[in-house]
Structures are given as C-alpha cells and as structure tokens.
C-alpha cells in the first residue's frame, strides 16, 4: 500500500518519543489505563498523532470499559484502513491511519450498545485530541 504520507524509518524515529514509535510504526500497545485520552469528554476531533489525519470524533466515543479509548466508526469510510492480524496466536482485525500506515489499535465487533456494534479500540498515544468550539 502506498500512502499520502511516506517517511523513512530515521524520519519516524526523529518525529516521535520511544512510546509513540513502538506503538504507532511498529504495531505495539500501550498499557490499559493509563492513555491520557481514555476519560476526554470534551467535543471535538481525534487526529494520528504520526500525520495528523482526521480519524474520529468525539461524537462517536463511549465507556467501553476496556482501557482504552474507543470509538463505534471512524471519521469516514476512507480514514483508516482494517488488516487481518493473526499475531499472539489468534486472529483480529488491526486498524491503521490510511494516511500514513501508522497502527491505531484494533476493532472488535463487541460493542451491541452501539449503532454499529463495532469498538475501534484504540492507543492514545497514536492519536492526538483537538477540542472543537461547541458554539
């Protein structure tokens, strides 16, 4: 897959901390609970913290209860893209910036209390929050 946004592996080192690569450039997670936007409650835009795509909205973010932020739909049809991962033995689906490949978390068909009964369970360190003025 080709992206908008392409950099060298030196260039993403460069651009992001030690946590920010090992989750977003090279699939890892980070620890439940302890992302500083699992309890954002403020309307507004999640964004790649690698490209700054547009990703979600806050409109769209609920209580999962899982230790990570979670979404029911992305942004747009087109903003990440869903890949099979058969890592750790079983079988997911990961989601990644369409922008830049970057991996975000991965989606669950587990979330019934949603419109479209899917949790995009995501890192907070691979997104940034933008509040948006509610007036």
Same mark, same amino acid.
């Given at each position: 897959?080709?992206? #908008?946004?392409?950099?060298?592996?030196?260039?993403?080192?460069?651009?992001?901390?030690?946590?920010?690569?090992? !989750?977003? +450039?090279?699939?890892?997670?980070?620890?439940?609970?302890?992302?500083?936007? =699992? $309890?954002? #409650? +403020?309307?507004? !835009?999640?964004?790649?913290?690698?490209? &700054?795509? *547009?990703? %979600? +909205? &806050?409109?769209?973010? %609920?209580?999962?209860?899982?230790?990570?932020?979670? %979404?029911? /739909?992305?942004?747009?049809? $087109? @903003?990440?893209? =869903?890949?099979?991962?058969? &890592? =750790?033995?079983?079988?997911?689906?990961? !989601?990644?910036?369409?922008?830049?490949? @970057?991996?975000?978390?991965?989606? %669950?068909?587990?979330?019934?209390?949603?419109?479209?009964? $899917? +949790?995009?369970?995501?890192? @907070?360190? /691979?997104?940034?929050?933008?509040? =948006?003025? *509610? @007036?």
């Amino acid at each position: 897959m080709t992206y #908008k946004v392409t950099k060298s592996d030196q260039e993403w080192r460069e651009q992001l901390s030690a946590q920010e690569y090992a !989750v977003l +450039r090279q699939a890892g997670t980070e620890r439940a609970w302890t992302g500083e936007l =699992l $309890d954002e #409650k +403020r309307t507004g !835009v999640y964004r790649c913290r690698a490209c &700054s795509a *547009e990703l %979600f +909205r &806050s409109d769209t973010k %609920f209580d999962s209860h899982c230790g990570w932020p979670s %979404f029911y /739909s992305p942004l747009a049809g $087109d @903003s990440v893209e =869903l890949i099979e991962d058969r &890592s =750790l033995g079983m079988v997911r689906t990961e !989601v990644r910036c369409a922008t830049c490949g @970057s991996h975000l978390g991965h989606v %669950f068909d587990d979330a019934p209390q949603t419109p479209t009964g $899917d +949790r995009f369970c995501m890192n @907070s360190v /691979s997104l940034t929050f933008e509040e =948006l003025d *509610e @007036s």
